[in-house]
């Protein structure tokens, strides 16, 4: 979702019923651990982290403070680095990985390292909002430590809006008719409609309503936006005024192209998820992987992922920020967000189902 122009995703070629974490990879577990710092770090790490400016930022100030060689790989969907994790993991010593796919690695497979977090001195830093949601937490053991807070938005034109739009329906009002876009994802577009039609978007009750809705909003949009910078662009160069758009895209509209944007979250709701640093099974490199956690989630190191990209870090970084961009960060007491848990099979088949209708009507 970060990664700016990156390829396509891999396609799932791996071995039927093959678990990962196999394949030569180092013995040592982040649970050997007695005491921090970890003993015996590694000197090479390799990250796949799609935030690729903050990535960029990591690799020259981590290898600087612990005098450790970084190699990034950047990716454009979870089955990349997930197929590498089926068919064996020897490479990869740490992960960005979304909250739903942490879940499918540690539900029914064993892919990834318990992490000792209790003895980790950033954990602290943890925001509570991520922290509690215990979706990386299975058997009393910790399989993530939170990076970001992602949160999916209704980005607004300031200029043509008096105020934060209150709810989804102005993505369904005709006066904005071809001023307003909806994002090319089956997901999240069907989650929005779950939203306006007053359902739960993680188990809807009425898939017909949530397809009969999204027909009948096609017809008003400007079009469907399916690249990221291509959303941006869209709401920078004012062809469109209100749509879904990431907070870190609505960041860089607004702050980096001077765009009159903003984001909020309409009285029905609005879904959030964390993309967490995990370590998979068969990494070479775990101790250096736990220190880089460690290090990544101090403040200053943190809030170079808002300063770079506008993604909300899991750490509080209000004391790294102008008054400016601790207002863009602020998000109110009253929004009513809705964690992004991972989808039953029949509700992420019925939303496919229902985007290819929509796609095609």
Known sequence: MKAAGAGMAASLSTIAGCLGGGGGG?????????????QDLEKKLVTWNWYDD????AKKQFSKDFDVSITNSGFSSPN???????AGNSEIDNISATANWVERSIDGNDFLHPLPVDKMPAW??????????GTYQKDGKTYGVPESIVLYPLTYNTDHFDSAPSSWDVLWDDANK???????????SCQIAALYTGQDPINPSDFKEIEEVLKQQ??????????????????VNGEVVAGPLTMGRTYMGKFQQNAPLNYTAPKEGALF???????????????ASLQFINWASQKKHAAKLFTEMGYMPAVNINDELSKEQQEFTKWSDSWKLVFQKQLSQKVRDKYSEIWTAVKSA
């Open 124 to 133: 602290k830093n943890i925001t509570k909002r991520v922290k509690d949601v």
């Open 273 to 287: 998820t964390s993309d967490l640093f995990v370590i998979p099974k068969g990494a070479p490199h775990p101790m």
């Open 178 to 188: 071809g001023k307003i876009t909806m994002w090319d994802n089956s997901t999240v």
């Open 218 to 235: 096609k017809p008003l949009l400007k079009t469907y936006w399916g690249d990221y910078q291509q959303g941006m662009s869209m709401f």
């Open 80 to 86: 990349q680095w997930y197929s590498k994790l089926q």
């Open 26 to 38: 180092s013995e040592k577990s982040p649970m050997d651990i007695e005491s921090w710092p970890p």
């Open 54 to 57: 903050w990535a960029t930022y």
